[in-house]
């Protein structure tokens, strides 16, 4: 029998299903509806601008969606979390930890596309996603990136979603931050990494009591990816400098390359080093995850704090919960269909 508790938990997270569903619809529509008007005022041509690539992707988000999913949950109540500072240790202890995560999401993306792959008959394209935000150029990822993606992805799937959950369990919070942003996202190409993320910086927001340290560590994530990285490749070409390493008679012989080749060399370098600077912070992270297991941390008990086998019922099998999930599906099997050959 459910207890009168249980009901009330479902209930509520059924009122912030709908909440971000509504969210969904206003960014996704907003979007289409700024693109509808660029291209009848300016033109296929305005497509090819970074900068309104940037804008139209970015400004729904923070400027429409996150405005309306505060004045529809900002009667909800809230508690107060504890804040507690971090040393500069601890920063860079839980920057090192990124690191493996997002190489587990990406490791699990690239196996979800390979077996998708082999049940479809076709050839998923991997890079689909990593193109669309490589026309966004240098500017567009740093304004979307950047700037408005670790402040307004962490007031909305951390600051307001946390606040008013967290009451019904650490670990419920957490999980659900991490898959409504895993989902947000609407491809299976970033799902995973961005699920995994979601969960730990929910985890050091529910730790902390502070978003600014979830903002920085977003800020981290998508400045190494999506503009140190993304520039880098930019500047010289990946499949040249392959066939040079390749080619020890060339690397014997750098003097007598080709102008446009030894001009990638600097940046190819820069790369390389960027790459093992990567390399390092994983494994540096690995170490930690290991101490951070190790010690075993619990979750402190809340004051409405959901039955143990009963969490995944109540939190997600409402008509609220349940329609952004499909919604949220739906829109990643259309990216699929789309990244076919």
């Not at 429409?64 to 004045?71: D, S």
């Not at 900002?74 to 508690?79: C, V, Y």
């Not at 989902?183 to 993320?197: K, M, P, S, T, V």
Request: proline share 3%; net charge positive; charged share 15%.
């Amino acid at each position: 029998m459910v207890s009168d508790a249980v009901k009330s938990a479902r209930r509520f997270f059924n009122k912030i299903g709908f909440a971000y569903v509504v969210l969904l619809v206003a960014i996704y529509g907003s979007q289409l509806l700024a693109q509808f008007v660029a291209l009848k005022v300016a033109g296929r041509e305005i497509f090819d601008n970074p900068v309104f690539l940037s804008l139209a992707t970015a400004l729904p988000v923070d400027i429409i969606g996150a405005p309306i999913l505060y004045l529809i949950i900002r009667k909800f109540e809230t508690t107060k979390l504890e804040e507690n500072k971090l040393g500069i240790g601890s920063i860079i202890k839980y920057t090192c930890m990124l690191g493996p995560i997002t190489f587990a999401g990406a490791l699990i993306s690239s196996g979800l596309s390979s077996l998708i792959g082999r049940i479809t008959g076709t050839v998923i394209d991997n890079n689909a996603v990593v193109e669309s935000v490589m026309q966004l150029g240098t500017v567009g990822r740093i304004i979307t990136a950047c700037i408005c993606a670790p402040i307004f992805e962490e007031l909305i799937f951390r600051k307001l979603l946390i606040d008013r959950t967290v009451k019904y369990g650490e670990a419920v919070s957490i999980v659900l931050s991490g898959v409504l942003f895993g989902l947000f996202h609407g491809n299976f190409e970033q799902f995973f990494y961005a699920c995994f993320l979601g969960m730990f910086f929910g985890y050091i927001y529910i730790k902390t009591g502070k978003i600014q340290y979830t903002m920085l560590l977003h800020f981290f994530v998508n400045f190494t990816s999506a503009a140190v990285t993304a520039s880098l490749i930019t500047k010289f070409d990946v499949d040249a400098m392959q066939n040079l390493v390749s080619n020890e008679d060339a690397l014997q012989n750098l003097s007598s390359l080709p102008p446009e080749i030894s001009a990638m060399l600097p940046w190819f370098l820069l790369y390389t080093i960027w790459t093992l600077f990567l390399v390092l912070i994983f494994f540096a992270g690995v170490i930690f995850w290991i101490i951070e297991l190790a010690s075993k941390q619990r979750f402190t008990e809340r004051e409405c704090q959901i039955p143990r086998g009963k969490a995944l019922r109540t939190v997600y099998c409402n008509p609220g919960m349940g329609l952004y999930i499909v919604l949220s599906l739906s829109l990643c099997v259309f990216v699929i269909i789309s990244m076919m050959n």
